[in-house]
């Protein structure tokens, strides 16, 4: 009877050994969880809703101002040349760049070391601060140069000059603006969908609040 008692066992441990356990999600990274803390305390939003409108808030503020940068361009720049003496505008001495080919150029590079900035500093990579700094200082050569020509005995006048530089501060600004705006609202949108796919709260509950409160205000014992 022992052995018809050993058969009758075999089939029912053999499935219980092939039953093998449930994967658990991993949760995010150390590196993960330290970018997501920076972002927050960087742009410090109160909850997991100020985030959604925060997305939304700085999206639209980055449309906004990329769409006024192409109007400022055509009016200004487009349409305006003739008028404003564009033509009067020697060549740039890095590159052999028409004004209207730099009007164009500026932008471009603000965008770009705007965005290699940012990510150096949520990173906090050296080397893309390093290239995004030497970035800075190629526009604001572009910027300067169109005035700084006049010092050099240039034939347009400093008027014309100063008006073409203006130009070129405002364009790199807002796209400058709209750039960083819109890389902070990926950032947002990134830390709101790790948080809700990885079930990782990063804002502390109501509840945890008042028990930091209280024990702050709790007196030394002895």
């Keep these: 009877m022992v052995m018809g008692d050993e058969v009758l066992d075999e089939p029912l441990n053999a499935p219980t050994g092939a039953i093998s356990a449930p994967e658990v999600s991993e949760g995010p990274t150390s590196e993960s969880l330290e970018l997501m803390e920076s972002i927050i305390q960087r742009l410090q939003p109160s909850d997991r809703h100020d985030i959604r409108d925060m997305i939304s808030y700085r999206a639209q503020v980055s449309g906004g ?5 192409l109007v400022f361009w055509w009016i200004s720049i ?3 040349a003739e008028s ?5 505008i020697p060549l740039s001495a890095f590159g052999g760049f028409t004004f209207r080919e730099i009007s ?3 932008p471009a590079l603000s965008l770009l070391a705007t965005l290699v900035m940012s990510i150096g500093r949520e990173t906090g990579n050296a080397i893309l601060n390093n290239i995004g700094g030497g970035l ?12 700084g020509s006049t010092i050099f005995g240039s034939g347009i006048d400093a008027q014309s000059a100063a008006f073409a530089s203006g ?3 405002a364009m ?3 796209i400058g603006l709209a750039t960083k705006f819109f890389w902070d ?3 947002l949108q990134w830390v709101r969908s790790t948080m809700m796919n990885m079930g990782v709260d990063l804002f502390p509950s109501e509840e945890q609040e008042e028990f930091v409160g209280l024990a702050d205000e709790a007196p030394p014992l002895g």
Excluded: H, N, Q
């Excluded at 404003?84 to 009067?88: K, M, Y």
């Design 78 to 80: 487009d349409k305006g």
């Design 136 to 147: 800075i200082v190629l526009v604001v050569f572009y910027i300067s140069e169109p005035f």
């Design 167 to 169: 130009r070129l501060v």
């Design 65 to 69: 101002m990329i769409a006024m940068t």
């Design 104 to 106: 164009m150029i500026v």
């Design 84 to 88: 404003l003496g564009d033509s009067e």
């Design 172 to 174: 790199a600004l807002m």
């Design 185 to 187: 609202a990926i950032l």
